[in-house]
Structure formats: C-alpha cells, structure tokens
C-alpha cells in the first residue's frame, strides 16, 4: 500500500507537465514518495518508473545517488548534526557526543521507539550559526547541550508541531495556475522567443 | 557613491519575502524597467556592469551569457541553489529572506537572452527556504509577474522550483545538469559540453548562482555602470562574505567587493570583531574548503578576485574560515579531507580512490597509528589527483573536486608540518595493513 494516494498520483502528474521532459520530474516524485511513506518503498520507486517512463532499475540508480533518500524507515525525527569545517570548530564534536548519550544511539543509529535517528552529517549552510543541527531539515541555530535536550524532549512529547514527521520537506508547494503558465518548453521544438522578435 | 547593501537591504525587513513586503520596498521595479528596454540591452547593462559569478568560479555573468550559440533554441536558465561548500552561507539567507528578488533575477535574465523556461534548483536540506521560494513563485504568479505574458508583455516563462536532495557534488554546474534530468549527480566532462552551448537537454542553457542573480534588480534599475563603480576595479559591487569559526561576531556580512581586507572583516568591531576569547590568528580559509589557506601575513588583502587568485588561494564562495591558535591543524585538516571523501561522485579514478586514501591516512595520524612513511604517501597521492600542486589546480579529474581535496593538505602540510610529525612521533608501529581494504 505504498503505491501514490489519489491526490499525490495527481499531484505526481501536474508535476511531471511542469519539465520538458518526464524523467526530470524523478526526484520531486520520490520526495512525494518519501513524503507519502516517511522512506522510499520498493513498489513507490516502481511506480515512479512508470510514471517518468524509465525502469525501476534506473530509479534505484538515481535514488541511491542522494543522501536524503531512504529506503528503510528511519525514526520519526532525523536528527543531523552538522560536522562540517565550522561546526567542528565551534563544537560539534561534543554536541555529537552529547546527542549521542542523550539518545542513547550512536551517529547512524535510530532508538528503539522509532521516535529518532541520529546522524552526523556535512556542512549544512548554517555556518556562522555553529554549531548547528535540523531535525527534519529544519534548523537549530547555535545548538548547546541544554538546548539539544530541551528540543529533544519537546520532540518526544509531540510539542514541537513546527516540526514536520520525517519525509514531509516544504509544507508550501508550488502552484502554477494553469491559466497563468506559460508551459514546459521542448528541447525538441526550436522557437525564436517572441519578445526577442526577430532577434 | 556610499551604496553598502544591495542584495541584503531588505534583511532588516520582517515581511520582505512576501509580495506587498516587496513592492513596498521598490520591488519588480528592475523588471519593471527591463521590459522597457530592448532584451539585448538589458544584456549589455549586465556586461557594463562586469558581475562575477558568486557561486565559486568567478566567472563574469555578462560574458557567459554571451556564449549561447546563436539561432540554437530552446534556452534555459538553471538557478544554482545547492549551497553546500562548507563555510558557505548566503544562498540560503537570499531565498529565506529575500525570494521575491532572486525570482526578479530570474526574469531579467530570461528577459535578456530569451530563456523560454528556469529551473530554480533549491538544495533539498533547505526547508524552509523551499517554502519561502514556493510561496514567492505562486503569489507572483497569481500577481502576474510569472508565466504567460508577463506585466502584460509578449515576455512568457515559467520558473519551476526543484528541489535537490542531499549532494554536495550537484552544486557543479554539470552535475546539476544531470540531477535536474532525473539522473546521478555526475559532473560531465567539459568540454564539450559547456552548459551555455550544451547544457539541460542537449540545449543552451546559462547556470547561475543565487547570488548573482539576486544582484540583476539592483543592476537594471540603477544601471550597470553605477554598480560597476561600487567595489574594485574587476571585482565589482557588493559582495555577501560569511565569517564563521573562531570570531567574536561570526555572521554574513555583505561588503563593498575588492576593497575591504580580510583584516577589517574578520577584526573589524562591524564586521566579526576579532578573535574570539582573545586567542591569536593560526589561519583561515579565504573562500571554502576547496581553498587554500590564508595566515597573518595574508590579512592585508582585499577582498578582490584578481589579488586573491594571485596569492595563491580564492575567494570561492564568499566563505572566510577562522582558526585560531588552538586549532589542531591536523584535525582540521582531516576534517576537510573526509568532506570531499565523502562527497566524491566517484566518476573518476584520481579522486574516488585518492580522496579515500588521504582521508584513511589522515585518520591514522590522528589517530596516532600513523606509519613512518605516511606523509609521503599522503603528497604522492595528492600529487596523483593534483601534478606539482599547482594553483590554480593542474586536472587530472573530471571536475575540481578532486583537487579541492588536496588544498588543505598542502597547506596543513605547508605550514604546520610538525604537528603532523609529533602525531607521528608518538604514533604506536602497527602491522601493516594495505590502505585501501576495509
Ligand atoms: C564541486 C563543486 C561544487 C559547487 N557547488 C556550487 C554550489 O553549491 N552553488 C553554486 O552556485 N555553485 C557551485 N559550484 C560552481 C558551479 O559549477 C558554477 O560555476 C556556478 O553555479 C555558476 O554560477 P555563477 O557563474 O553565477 O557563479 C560548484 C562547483 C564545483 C566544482
Ligand atoms: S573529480 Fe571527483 S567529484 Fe569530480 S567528477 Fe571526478 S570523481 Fe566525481
């Protein structure tokens, strides 16, 4: 049961007429997906093949490719530490190590609820804010010891409602008119822009 | 002209990132204006102006642009927003904060060259910034300004928000290039395929950084020339700089490009305001981790492309990384190592395999289990990826991953060296076992 719910399959859809060409549309279809299951399911990456028009093997050739893909259901809330050059400096080592003792799981490791997985990861753009950390790909800017478990137990007692279940990214989703959009344009078809008029 | 912030004016603004935020602080005027003009003398504008590419090369926009073939359609435009160089952070803040403008960017560049359709590629771990940038897009479709005959003109094209999901190696221009049409991020081999003659689809495609797009506004409203006079002789403008590491202030700071020093941005009491706790400068990254590093004697330098480049680093992607006196230089050096380690596509022998070895052994000598002959192996290898560590880079890679990977050994190397020794001075004798199994 894994397969796309009606509103996604249409959502899939109206996403793939937005690229020139179907295949393009294969890593916003497996977001959808992940979104959907909170991973990548076996029988999603099948019918994101049929949908693109590629095979399954190609897909699992691409997922595989991108780090933010699962394909085992990972814990509620992913937590990624950042490791990268300025975290490291201002700390993330002893933030990791804290993570790791409050959680009681090491970096790649998921608690026996299923509620966390915790993982150190590369630099994450937020380096003038170290160190620093998103759970869900949502940030925690200048994390401390304290504020980790604080976050930590919010988490736990389902406060934190800002915070997304693993595998939902943006919460605003792009939406093109279909009066307004002025249309996918094909690689295949060669047109002088008209406003360059004879250019 | 005292013009400080172009690109970051609006930050202090609580409601920016909305449509009314931005017309109310002079928004879509430069788009405003375009239109009005001839599309290649929008394109002229950004020449006079001479933009460099904020994304890490440097490379003139205008001139770039300048490269699609002519008569070959469709164009594309593919916004590079996959921030990931570590130390890196300014993409991020322009979407969050500012979507709206980085869209108008988007459109005068389409404008100009005739670009029937943009690809805004936001990287996948940036939430919220993907949400900012949705929302922009559809209130600016709804408003008009996206889509079919935009302001109501002749000029039509749509802008399709991407979102990546999780590879530093994207951010190259080709392998973003291969993520958007749904393959493995695999930077191609260049030439031939320069994306501005033969880029998404086999077609003419411009790929641009965040940054600089976001400078297009400002440039056409205010015309080329009034920005080429802000900033240095080439390097023109403002430009953002993120300090981070061991500075009192760490924080993203927009300046006026090729004239302020690295002194007054990480000292200054405006700017980072010095090193944290007191401590003394070791030394610190000029422009991300694929840079080489920069010491005391260096801090005099403008913040200007051509200056940099001729010392021996680059200013990449506005990155300065402080280390002071306490850093561990072989720690900080594995770290950068283990990122592009990590991080390789693997599409090549010199870095998928070397990048692994260096990170092995660098990890060995912080481990204290390093072997006599360690740091010979470590310069033979990086002399594999990067023959006679030139700068810039001699290739023997697809793509400057590679060699971006020897830069902090060389100068880690170059300058701390004994600290490498004393690691393996005090290293135990292990039996040997081959580097690369495991
Ligand atoms: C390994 C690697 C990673 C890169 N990452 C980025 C990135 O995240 N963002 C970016 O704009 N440019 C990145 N670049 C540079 C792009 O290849 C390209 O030069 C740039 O997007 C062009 O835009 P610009 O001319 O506006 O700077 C990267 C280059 C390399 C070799
Ligand atoms: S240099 Fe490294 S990252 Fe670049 S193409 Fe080769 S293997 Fe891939």
């Given at each position: 049961?894994?397969?796309?719910?009606?509103?996604?399959?249409?959502?899939?859809?109206?996403?793939?007429?937005?690229?020139?060409?179907?295949?393009?549309a294969?890593?916003?279809?497996?977001?959808?997906?992940?979104?959907?299951?909170?991973?990548?399911?076996?029988?999603?990456?099948e019918?994101?093949?049929?949908?693109?028009?590629?095979s399954?093997?190609?897909?699992?050739?691409?997922?595989?490719?991108?780090?933010?893909?699962?394909?085992?259901?990972?814990g509620?809330?992913?937590?990624n530490?950042?490791?990268?050059i300025?975290?490291?400096?201002?700390?993330?080592?002893e933030?990791?190590?804290?993570?790791?003792?409050?959680?009681?799981?090491?970096?790649?490791?998921?608690?026996?609820?299923?509620?966390?997985?915790?993982?150190?990861?590369?630099?994450?753009?937020?380096?003038?804010?170290?160190?620093a950390?998103?759970v869900?790909?949502?940030?925690?800017?200048?994390?401390?010891?304290?504020?980790?478990d604080?976050l930590?137990?919010?988490?736990?007692?389902?406060d934190?409602?800002?915070?997304?279940?693993?595998?939902?990214?943006?919460?605003?989703?792009?939406?093109?008119?279909?009066?307004?959009?002025?249309?996918?344009?094909?690689?295949?078809?060669?047109?002088?822009?008209?406003?360059?008029?004879e250019? | 002209?005292?013009?400080?912030?172009?690109?970051?004016?609006?930050?202090?603004?609580?409601d920016?990132?909305?449509?009314?935020?931005?017309?109310?602080?002079?928004?879509?005027?430069?788009?405003?204006?375009?239109?009005?003009?001839?599309?290649?003398?929008?394109?002229?504008?950004?020449?006079?102006?001479?933009?460099?590419?904020?994304?890490?090369?440097?490379?003139?926009?205008?001139?770039?642009?300048?490269?699609c073939?002519?008569?070959?359609?469709?164009?594309?435009?593919?916004?590079?927003?996959?921030?990931?160089?570590?130390?890196?952070y300014?993409?991020?803040?322009?979407?969050e904060?500012?979507?709206h403008?980085?869209?108008?960017?988007?459109?005068?560049?389409?404008?100009?060259?005739?670009?029937?359709?943009?690809?805004?590629?936001?990287?996948?771990?940036?939430?919220?910034?993907?949400?900012?940038?949705?929302?922009?897009?559809?209130?600016a479709?709804e408003?008009?300004?996206?889509?079919?005959?935009?302001?109501?003109t002749?000029?039509?094209?749509?802008?399709?928000?991407?979102?990546?999901?999780?590879?530093?190696?994207?951010?190259?221009?080709?392998?973003?290039?291969?993520?958007?049409?749904?393959r493995?991020?695999m930077?191609?081999?260049k030439?031939?395929?320069?994306?501005?003659?033969?880029?998404?689809?086999?077609?003419?495609?411009?790929?641009?950084n965040?940054?600089?797009?976001?400078?297009?506004?400002?440039?056409?409203?205010h015309?080329?020339?009034?920005?080429?006079?802000?900033g240095?002789?080439?390097?023109t403008?403002?430009?953002?700089f993120?300090?981070?590491?061991?500075?009192?202030?760490p924080?993203?700071y927009?300046?006026?490009?090729?004239?302020t020093?690295?002194?007054?941005?990480?000292?200054?009491?405006?700017?980072?305001?010095?090193?944290?706790?007191g401590?003394?400068?070791?030394?610190?990254i000029?422009?991300?981790a694929?840079?080489?590093?920069?010491?005391?004697?260096?801090?005099?330098?403008?913040?200007?492309?051509?200056?940099?480049?001729?010392?021996?680093?680059?200013?990449?992607?506005?990155?300065?990384?402080?280390?002071?006196e306490?850093?561990?230089?072989?720690?900080?050096?594995?770290?950068?190592?283990?990122?592009?380690a990590?991080?390789?596509?693997?599409?090549?022998?010199?870095?998928?395999?070397?990048t692994a070895?260096?990170?092995?052994?660098?990890?060995?000598?912080?481990?204290?289990?390093?072997?006599?002959?360690?740091?010979?192996?470590?310069?033979?290898?990086?002399?594999?990826?990067?023959?006679?560590?030139?700068?810039?880079?001699?290739?023997?890679?697809?793509?400057?991953?590679?060699?971006?990977?020897?830069?902090p050994?060389?100068?880690?190397?170059?300058?701390?060296?004994?600290?490498?020794?004393?690691?393996?001075?005090?290293?135990q004798?292990?039996?040997r076992?081959?580097?690369?199994?495991?």
């Amino acid at each position: 049961m894994s397969r796309f719910i009606d509103e996604n399959l249409r959502l899939a859809r109206e996403i793939i007429a937005r690229y020139p060409k179907p295949r393009s549309a294969m890593i916003p279809l497996l977001h959808l997906a992940q979104e959907q299951n909170g991973y990548v399911p076996q029988d999603a990456m099948e019918e994101v093949a049929e949908l693109v028009g590629v095979s399954s093997a190609e897909v699992l050739g691409t997922l595989s490719f991108y780090e933010m893909f699962k394909q085992i259901q990972p814990g509620r809330y992913q937590v990624n530490i950042c490791h990268g050059i300025s975290c490291f400096l201002c700390g993330a080592g002893e933030l990791l190590s804290h993570a790791e003792e409050k959680l009681g799981i090491k970096s790649g490791g998921t608690t026996p609820d299923g509620m966390f997985s915790l993982e150190a990861v590369e630099c994450i753009a937020a380096c003038t804010e170290a160190p620093a950390l998103q759970v869900n790909y949502r940030y925690s800017h200048r994390s401390t010891s304290e504020g980790f478990d604080e976050l930590v137990d919010a988490l736990a007692a389902g406060d934190r409602t800002d915070i997304p279940e693993h595998g939902i990214l943006a919460t605003v989703r792009q939406r093109i008119p279909s009066e307004r959009a002025a249309g996918a344009s094909s690689p295949d078809v060669s047109e002088v822009p008209v406003w360059l008029g004879e250019g | 002209m005292a013009v400080d912030h172009i690109i970051t004016k609006r930050f202090n603004i609580v409601d920016a990132h909305t449509l009314d935020g931005y017309l109310a602080s002079g928004g879509y005027r430069g788009l405003r204006r375009a239109l009005e003009m001839v599309p290649s003398d929008v394109h002229e504008e950004v020449k006079t102006a001479s933009l460099l590419g904020r994304g890490g090369a440097g490379f003139p926009a205008g001139v770039k642009w300048g490269f699609c073939p002519p008569g070959v359609w469709p164009r594309y435009l593919v916004v590079n927003g996959d921030e990931s160089e570590p130390g890196t952070y300014k993409d991020r803040l322009l979407m969050e904060r500012d979507p709206h403008q980085l869209i108008e960017g988007c459109l005068i560049a389409s404008y100009a060259l005739g670009l029937s359709q943009c690809f805004l590629y936001v990287r996948g771990e940036m939430a919220e910034a993907q949400e900012r940038v949705a929302a922009a897009l559809n209130e600016a479709y709804e408003a008009g300004y996206i889509g079919k005959n935009i302001c109501g003109t002749d000029f039509s094209v749509d802008i399709v928000l991407h979102w990546g999901a999780g590879a530093y190696i994207v951010g190259e221009e080709t392998a973003l290039l291969e993520s958007l049409e749904g393959r493995r991020g695999m930077p191609r081999l260049k030439p031939p395929a320069f994306p501005a003659s033969f880029g998404l689809y086999g077609k003419p495609t411009i790929v641009n950084n965040v940054e600089t797009l976001s400078n297009l506004p400002w440039i056409i409203e205010h015309g080329g020339a009034a920005f080429a006079e802000l900033g240095g002789e080439q390097s023109t403008g403002t430009r953002m700089f993120a300090v981070s590491g061991h500075v009192k202030r760490p924080g993203v700071y927009e300046v006026e490009f090729g004239v302020t020093t690295f002194r007054e941005i990480i000292y200054a009491d405006e700017y980072a305001g010095g090193i944290a706790g007191g401590r003394e400068l070791k030394c610190f990254i000029p422009g991300g981790a694929s840079a080489p590093w920069f010491y005391e004697e260096h801090l005099d330098l403008p913040l200007d492309k051509a200056t940099v480049d001729q010392a021996g680093s680059m200013l990449g992607s506005g990155a300065i990384v402080v280390m002071d006196e306490t850093t561990d230089a072989v720690a900080a050096c594995h770290n950068l190592v283990r990122f592009f380690a990590r991080e390789s596509c693997g599409k090549c022998t010199p870095c998928r395999e070397g990048t692994a070895w260096m990170e092995q052994i660098l990890s060995r000598v912080l481990h204290r289990q390093a072997r006599p002959d360690d740091l010979d192996l470590l310069l033979d290898i990086c002399d594999n990826i990067s023959p006679g560590f030139a700068w810039p880079p001699k290739m023997t890679t697809i793509c400057p991953l590679g060699p971006s990977a020897v830069s902090p050994v060389i100068s880690a190397l170059g300058r701390f060296k004994d600290e490498f020794e004393t690691y393996i001075a005090q290293s135990q004798a292990r039996p040997r076992i081959p580097v690369a199994s495991g």
